[in-house]
């Protein structure tokens, strides 16, 4: 009997602010429905992590439930959820990139043969609500970002809180396939166990706040690619996670079938898919001769 192959499915996580959409999420939705300036609102943020010690990602949160004009006319999960279609998108992004990935991994034989399939994933520092109202949603087989607690709809707590360093855990999440927050992701799990090994994994993020998450990914086996606005000059941030080798990749964030970022992709793509072929041929031959003892 032919052995069912596991470990077949390859996951895609991306950030979402400069990696997917040019912007801050929050500037080009709620900043601009309630009339908020950019500088001043992230000064003020900043004065909450300086002098009163918040961490970066509860500071802009609690602004968000408490700042006095949030107070007057608090945020609810609609508005949130409505304010999506503002969000702008890199090339590509809203435009023909999720299909074509589609279309390229069905035109391998080696993907229907190993019944390979790709999964997308965002992990960011934005707000769920946000994401949950975005036109490229249904995508994604998970997103996960900071969340608020509603109460008489308006938020009264964060309840979920992403940083740069603890978006890690939502890697071994996607690895272990122990989405909920509920699941405890500490219990040993063996590596063949695992529902997306890290090897089988890409993330692609745009900066010194997705070091942390690249390092991981990559010393487990995975792959990262690091991009940029295709707008403008290579960041100075960029330039320097090239020289510390933080990612394997560099790429404009330019998500059209012709592009640099998709070419990486369908080569890390065909990595990963004939290590996988690999693997389980190297699984059979191990069997074949266990039974053969
Ligand atoms: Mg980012």
């Not at 997917?20 to 929050?26: A, F, I, R, T, V």
């Not at 939705?29 to 500088?39: C, H, P, R, V």
């Not at 890697?171 to 272990?176: A, D, G, P, Q």
């Not at 933080?246 to 990595?271: C, G, M, N, Y």
Request: charged fraction near 30%; aromatic fraction near 10%; hydrophobic fraction near 40%.
């Amino acid at each position: 009997m032919k052995k069912k192959i596991t470990q077949n499915i390859i996951a895609l996580v991306y950030d979402f602010d400069g990696t997917l959409s040019p912007c801050n999420m929050q500037e080009e939705t709620i900043f601009k429905a309630y009339k908020i300036d950019k500088d001043k609102f992230w000064a003020k943020s900043q004065k909450l992590v300086t002098r009163f010690g918040y961490e970066k990602t509860l500071a802009y949160l609690k602004l968000l439930i408490d700042d006095p004009v949030f107070r007057k006319r608090p945020l609810s999960k609609k508005k949130l959820k409505e304010s999506a279609s503002q969000v702008t998108y890199f090339p590509g992004v809203d435009d023909g990139y999720f299909d074509h990935l589609k279309t390229f991994m069905d035109s391998l034989p080696e993907v229907r043969e190993a019944g390979i399939t790709l999964e997308h994933y965002i992990v960011s520092s934005g707000l769920q609500e946000i994401l949950d109202g975005v036109s490229i949603r249904k995508y994604f087989k998970k997103t996960y970002a900071c969340e608020f607690d509603f109460q008489k709809g308006r938020p009264v707590f964060p309840k979920l809180v992403i940083n740069d360093t603890n978006k890690t855990q939502f890697l071994f999440r996607i690895n272990k396939g122990k989405f909920k927050l509920s699941e405890s992701i500490n219990e040993h799990l063996p590596e063949a166990d695992r529902r997306i090994p890290f090897r089988n994994m890409i993330y692609i993020g745009d900066g010194i706040t997705d070091v942390p998450s690249m390092t991981v990914i990559q010393k487990a086996g995975g792959n990262a690619i690091a991009v940029f606005d295709p707008a403008r000059r290579v960041p100075q941030a960029v330039k320097a996670m090239v020289a510390e080798h933080r990612a394997e990749h560099f790429a404009p964030a330019d998500f059209r079938p012709q592009s640099l970022l998709v070419k990486i992709l369908h080569q890390t793509l065909k990595k990963i898919i004939a290590s996988i072929v690999y693997r389980s041929s190297a699984d059979r031959s191990s069997d074949w001769v266990r039974r053969h003892m």
